[in-house]
């Protein structure tokens, strides 16, 4: 059996349940890719999968290896796929509930893979399909966006976040950004139009007759973002259903996003990047070695931008 060095969770628990050891190197079906993992991104979702926090909401088994991003390199192809060769340089969000990207190898449905972002290398390309294609489903799938609507976007400068800034800013939206003073100035530069600190004013103090909220928070934000909303707005939370009573109440709309791998999406989104309409921040870069750290990076909630695992 050929090995890798892999991250591999195999009891729910804090930051030392990501062990670092040689697991089976993953074999394909027809309709896979092998892709040797340069980099791979560390989200909210790899710590709240490690806590066992979805246990009971994903059908997963343990041991898994976490980490759902991921930037690389084809070394595999399986028998019927078609539209992709070893050496291509491809990027995306895999499936949640399989082995994900925290280790040398990762085997895909070929169908959900894009070809990365030229003009950026892997740690950054890395970065982008799950929080980029979560801000995209959020704000054009399930929220409808358009030209000339007001969007109010909660923890604008997170991962999600600084990715639905750039987006609604890019689709000709008026666009209101939480965050705290630190990272007003990076707001502004994506394209905000506003940026409300949270840690001094309430924001719904400052803002009405918004289109549509999106909502990475929950709890008190989303009790809160309710009033700012026009009536027929739309609320998108990133987590889970929004409550019903509340959004008929105002008159509004409450929907949940769940993210799903696109390569259609990650295509579009890898032009932006090329042509320079979007970017993606990776503020820290640590190597596999280092998962347990990252997961406490990810876990204060404050991190701006990405956090990416270098492997190769
Ligand atoms: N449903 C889905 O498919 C899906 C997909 C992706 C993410 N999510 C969820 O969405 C949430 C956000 O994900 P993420 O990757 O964007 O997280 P993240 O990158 O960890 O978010 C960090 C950001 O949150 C900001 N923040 C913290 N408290 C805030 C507050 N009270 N008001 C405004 N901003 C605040 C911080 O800015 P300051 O430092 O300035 O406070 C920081 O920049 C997570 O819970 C994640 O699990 C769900």
């Not at 628990?13 to 062990?19: E, H, M, R």
């Not at 259609?264 to 993606?280: F, K, M, S």
Request: net charge negative; with cysteine; hydrophobic share 45%.
């Amino acid at each position: 059996m050929e090995t890798m060095k892999a991250i591999r969770i195999h009891k729910y628990g804090g930051p030392d349940a990501l062990v670092l050891e040689d697991a089976p190197r993953p074999g394909i079906t027809d309709d896979e890719v092998l892709v040797k993992v340069y980099a791979a991104a560390v989200n909210p979702i790899d710590w709240k999968v490690r806590a066992g926090y979805l246990e009971d909401m994903l059908p997963i088994k343990l041991p898994i290896i976490p980490g759902w991003d991921f930037s690389g390199v084809v070394e595999e192809t399986g028998s019927s796929v078609a539209d992709l060769n070893p050496g291509d340089e491809v990027y995306a969000l895999s499936d949640i509930t399989r082995d994900g990207s925290c280790a040398e190898y990762i085997a895909v449905k070929a169908g959900i893979v894009a070809m990365k972002p030229r003009s950026v290398d892997h740690i950054q390309a890395a970065s982008v399909p799950l929080a980029g294609l979560t801000a995209w489903q959020a704000l054009f799938d399930m929220g409808g966006l358009e030209k000339g609507q007001r969007v109010l976007v909660h923890a604008a400068a997170g991962g999600v976040g600084s990715f639905a800034v750039q987006f609604a800013q890019n689709r000709g939206a008026y666009v209101i950004g939480t965050a705290s003073a630190k990272n007003r100035d990076y707001l502004l530069e994506l394209g905000a139009d506003e940026v409300i600190d949270y840690s001094v004013t309430p924001f719904e103090d400052e803002v009405a007759d918004v289109d549509l909220v999106l909502d990475t928070m929950s709890g008190e934000v989303q009790d809160r973002s309710w009033k700012v909303l026009r009536k027929g707005g739309i609320l998108v939370s990133a987590l889970g259903p929004p409550d019903a009573e509340k959004a008929k109440e105002h008159g509004a709309r409450g929907v949940p996003v769940f993210v799903q791998p696109d390569s259609a999406q990650l295509a579009e989104i890898a032009r932006l990047i090329d042509d320079g309409t979007v970017r993606t921040n990776v503020t820290e870069v640590l190597s596999l070695e280092e998962a347990g750290r990252a997961h406490e990076l990810s876990e204060t909630h404050h991190v701006r931008g990405k956090i990416v695992l270098k492997i190769i």
